[in-house]
């Protein structure tokens, strides 16, 4: 991986996405599981996915911001 300084508009962008993300599942979730009779293998296959790269996502952000309150690269 190419080593990079971490600055606060990276921090704030990384952020951002992450909003975006827990809004998208936010809809998913209203548009996929509002009706019990309705839900299907995939969508809750597709829910899992959702939440394991949303986790994964959150942890690569956390580790930024604590490298950057560090002063370290990434």
């Given at each position: 991986m190419n080593e990079k300084q971490i600055d606060l508009d990276d921090l704030i962008?990384?952020?951002n996405n992450l909003d975006n993300a827990i809004q998208a599942l936010d809809i998913f979730v209203f548009e996929r599981f509002s009706s019990s009779d309705s839900i299907?293998?995939?969508?809750?296959?597709?829910?899992?996915?959702?939440?394991?790269a949303l986790c994964a996502l959150s942890e690569k952000n956390n580790k930024k911001i604590e490298a950057f309150e560090r002063g370290v690269d990434n």
């Open positions: 962008s990384d952020s299907t293998v995939n969508d809750i296959s597709a829910l899992s996915g959702f939440t394991s």
